[in-house]
């Protein structure tokens, strides 16, 4: 079946540093999906993108779809301490369909 | 501007009781789904339905997991015979549909099972 890659699977740094996480697939998608899921909460959608290549940000939040469609990224920049959580991303094959979720990294922001 | 909400929050069952979850989407969301998620891992896709029809269902969908979508808007996840396997966060989202922006998918807060 699917898999999804996620790494790393755990980050601690210190408020005002940039973050970068990455996902990798043995399949290829034709959108990924970044979230953020706080304790006892559900994920909270951060940043979409749609096309091999693109590159997206949301504020602080930079994305980007991997030319060969098998992996995305996410950046942080100047990280704060409401940043802490768990990102997750998500892949879809097909439009409308299921996602299929890496495992998380879980960020810590010391300040 | 309501999100996607689900009831009950919390439940905590016995084994071999049956329970029932309820989902609501986001008004005029046409595409709501079913994912669980345990402890220390991303959710897993358990079903999805476009209107009422059941589109597709996870091979962890067993015999004792049906859900239900009757009239279009909010559907029901019902486990029958729970296991202590079935502990989990269940959590739903829904999608306008498919196509560019329709695509995303936006979550509830989750109901979290524990099963003795």
């Given at each position: 079946?699917?898999?999804?890659?996620?790494?790393?699977?755990?980050?601690?740094?210190q408020?005002?540093?940039?973050?970068?996480?990455?996902?990798?697939?043995?399949?290829?998608?034709n959108?990924?999906?970044?979230?953020?899921?706080?304790?006892?909460?559900?994920?909270?959608?951060?940043?979409?993108?749609?096309?091999?290549?693109?590159?997206?940000?949301?504020?602080?939040?930079?994305?980007?779809?991997?030319?060969?469609?098998?992996?995305?990224?996410?950046?942080?920049?100047?990280?704060?301490?409401s940043?802490?959580?768990?990102?997750?991303?998500?892949?879809?094959?097909?439009?409308?369909?299921?996602?299929?979720?890496?495992?998380?990294?879980?960020?810590?922001?010391?300040? | 501007?309501?999100?996607?909400?689900?009831?009950?929050?919390?439940?905590?069952?016995?084994?071999?009781?049956?329970?029932?979850?309820?989902?609501?989407?986001?008004?005029?969301h046409?595409?709501?789904?079913?994912?669980?998620?345990?402890?220390?891992?991303?959710?897993?896709?358990?079903?999805?339905?476009?209107?009422?029809?059941?589109?597709?269902?996870?091979?962890?969908?067993?015999?004792?997991?049906?859900?239900?979508?009757?009239?279009?808007?909010?559907?029901?996840?019902?486990?029958?015979?729970?296991?202590?396997g079935?502990?989990?966060?269940?959590?739903?989202?829904?999608?306008?549909?498919?196509?560019?922006?329709?695509?995303?998918?936006?979550?509830?807060?989750?109901?979290?099972?524990?099963?003795?």
């Open positions: 079946g699917q898999q999804l890659n996620q790494s790393p699977q755990s980050m601690f740094i408020e005002g540093e940039d973050v970068s996480m990455n996902c990798t697939s043995s399949s290829i998608f959108t990924w999906l970044w979230y953020k899921q706080d304790p006892g909460e559900g994920p909270v959608l951060l940043i979409a993108l749609y096309k091999a290549g693109e590159l997206t940000s949301n504020g602080r939040l930079t994305a980007q779809f991997g030319i060969t469609r098998k992996d995305s990224f996410l950046n942080i920049s100047a990280s704060i301490p940043d802490v959580g768990i990102y997750f991303c998500a892949g879809q094959e097909t439009s409308g369909s299921r996602l299929t979720f890496g495992e998380g990294t879980q960020l810590t922001v010391n300040p | 501007d309501t999100g996607v909400s689900q009831d009950p929050r919390h439940k905590i069952t016995k084994r071999g009781q049956n329970v029932t979850f309820r989902c609501d989407p986001i008004s005029e046409n595409r709501l789904y079913w994912y669980r998620q345990t402890l220390g891992q991303g959710p897993e896709f358990l079903t999805y339905f476009q209107n009422e029809a059941q589109l597709e269902k996870s091979r962890l969908l067993s015999d004792r997991f049906s859900a239900e979508r009757p009239k279009g808007s909010f559907s029901t996840l019902e486990i029958q015979r729970t296991e202590q079935d502990s989990a966060m269940y959590l739903c989202a829904s999608s306008l549909g498919a196509g560019g922006t329709y695509n995303e998918q936006f979550f509830g807060p989750g109901t979290r099972l524990t099963v003795l």
